[in-house]
């Protein structure tokens, strides 16, 4: 039985996704999504606004939420909504945390809180970064939710 098909309930944890976010990976980001603002990727541009490193582009963290809940439920999910707010700057070289509980568990959906964290080098939690966020999740058939005979 996949996590997709496994009975869920509010207040189960969606499982954790851990990730460092380095220089070379945000300047594959940018090339992918033809985003080339170079506070996301110019280490000399980041330092003279005053910053310590190139800003992590805000789009990466919803990558990473989809990244989280496919990981988790595997091909029979599909992603309906996804919404957040930015709190905190995340750079360069940092590794950040996507954590999330089950909100509501319905017919065929399931409703997530989710927040990204900024993880110290102790491992314990920085800073928030995104919160609050939330998803509605579809569960359905391994093509899309209600595909039919598609096997």
Do not use: N
Not at 48 to 55: D, G, R
Not at 69 to 91: M, N, S, Y
Not at 106 to 116: E, I, M, P, Q, S
Not at 117 to 131: C, L, N, P, Q
Request: overall charge negative; glycine content about 12%.
């Amino acid at each position: 039985m996949s996590a997709a098909d496994a009975p869920h309930r509010a207040g189960d944890a969606v499982p954790a996704l851990e990730r460092r976010i380095g220089l070379p990976d945000m300047i594959a980001y940018a090339g992918a999504t033809w985003d080339w603002y170079r506070l996301h990727y110019d280490t000399e541009f980041a330092k003279a606004s005053k910053l310590p490193a190139p800003v992590v582009d805000g789009q990466v963290f919803g990558a990473l939420l989809v990244e989280q809940i496919q990981d988790w439920l595997g091909p029979r999910c599909f992603v309906r909504t996804l919404e957040f707010g930015f709190r905190a700057l995340v750079f360069a070289g940092e590794t950040v945390r996507c954590e999330g509980t089950v909100a509501e568990a319905g017919d065929g959906y399931l409703d997530l809180d989710l927040r990204v964290v900024v993880v110290g080098e102790g491992g314990e939690d920085d800073r928030v970064a995104v919160a609050p966020a939330r998803a509605r999740v579809l569960l359905g058939e391994a093509d899309g939710p209600g595909a039919v005979g598609t096997r």
